[in-house]
């Protein structure tokens, strides 16, 4: 778009945002999950990036005065099996929604070319989506990203300009679709050891990345963070935590997780606890302390 053109037709000031059915949460990210952009959640695995992907494909079906995009969705995952039973116990906690399994899509990825593939063919299912769905595509997710170059390709300057061509492939097709269709593109990421570098290369608003009691970074490198628009990273830590009755002081581990922004160009750099619950994920504040101690997974 030249400025002439932009002087004709600005750009609209405020982006449609889908929920993520929580309103913490939503609070944190100014609202939820940007359309016409690529959003990208990076966690080691068992934080609750997949969790909170299932939420979206529902919390996209609800009407846009609470938040929802009245949307169907569809859902992209190279990790097997599908976690159908998960989904369906989040659906059943969401008695607003009428029969909500019917409007989300699953498909399975088995490569980066089948994934380039799929989405150059996309288009006229998100201008007719099927008649079993009553609402048009508005929400994909991938899960995840990474499995879908994890060993497909090989330390050497060939495959590593491969992988490049498809990033850049991969991510111009999503933000393309994104912005001619409205829609919120979701994809996961996995992390890896991050090991000492003289460098002091930063990616976004953190040095470094912690989970676990672990130094993280996410996987697929440099080349894949200029593809996103934005990254969310999620941590887990063990903490100690004493319970005193009485004349006996018991001992026991509890697991914090953790959002953070690393990078956003709506959002400054922040974090904010939240806890797994049968219900769905929900973020957590001093209010809520009961609510974690009796309801987390």
Wanted: proline share 6%; aromatic share 8%.
């Amino acid at each position: 778009m030249n400025p002439a053109a932009l002087l004709q037709h600005p750009l609209p000031t405020r982006t449609t945002k889908c929920t993520t059915g929580c309103p913490i949460l939503d609070s944190f990210l100014h609202g939820g999950i940007p359309c016409n952009s690529i959003t990208e959640i990076v966690a080691e695995s068992g934080c609750g990036k997949t969790q909170i992907s299932l939420q979206l494909l529902l919390s996209a079906q609800l009407p846009t005065s609470l938040g929802g995009l009245s949307a169907s969705s569809l859902y992209l995952h190279s990790e097997f099996p599908f976690p159908f039973r998960r989904l369906r116990q989040l659906a059943l906690s969401n008695p607003t929604l009428q029969n909500p399994l019917d409007n989300i899509l699953i498909h399975p990825l088995h490569s980066a070319d089948h994934l380039l593939d799929l989405l150059s063919r996309l288009d006229p299912l998100l201008v007719h989506p099927p008649p079993q769905t009553r609402f048009p595509i508005k929400l994909i997710v991938i899960d995840s990203i990474a499995a879908l170059f994890r060993s497909e390709f090989d330390n050497n300057p060939s495959d590593l300009k491969r992988r490049s061509g498809l990033f850049f492939k991969i991510s111009s097709k999503l933000k393309a679709q994104a912005m001619r269709f409205g829609l919120a593109v979701v994809v996961t990421n996995q992390v890896t050891d991050s090991v000492d570098s003289s460098d002091g290369l930063r990616i976004g608003n953190s040095w470094f990345l912690y989970s676990s009691g672990r130094r993280v970074c996410a996987a697929l490198g440099l080349s894949w963070a200029n593809c996103v628009n934005t990254r969310l990273f999620l941590s887990r830590d063990e903490e100690n935590v004493k319970d005193d009755d009485g004349d006996i002081v018991n001992t026991r581990t509890r697991t914090r997780r953790f959002i953070s922004v690393v990078f956003a160009p709506h959002l400054p750099h922040s974090s904010c606890e939240f806890f797994i619950a049968k219900e769905g994920v929900l973020g957590f504040d001093s209010c809520n302390d009961f609510h974690l101690e009796n309801r987390e997974l």
